[in-house]
């Protein structure tokens, strides 16, 4: 499942603060720095973020804590 597939899905409307992370390899959220959070972040997400396929959903502090991955990876 693709970011975009979650956060901008046309069968389902997501009302909640949420933090997405590029996470490479062997790394976790709380490893990064977020490459997009609702909470902090204007607007929509870039399309490159969007394009990451979700590794791990996880609740920290009330957000929704995304760990993704470039495709294929």
Known sequence: MLVGDLIYNDNFNLTADYA???CAEGKFWYQERPVFNSKTDR???KDKILDLEIKYITVQNNVII???KKRGN
């Open 66 to 68: 995304i760990e993704a």
């Open 20 to 22: 997405i992370y590029n």
């Open 43 to 45: 607007g929509k997400p």
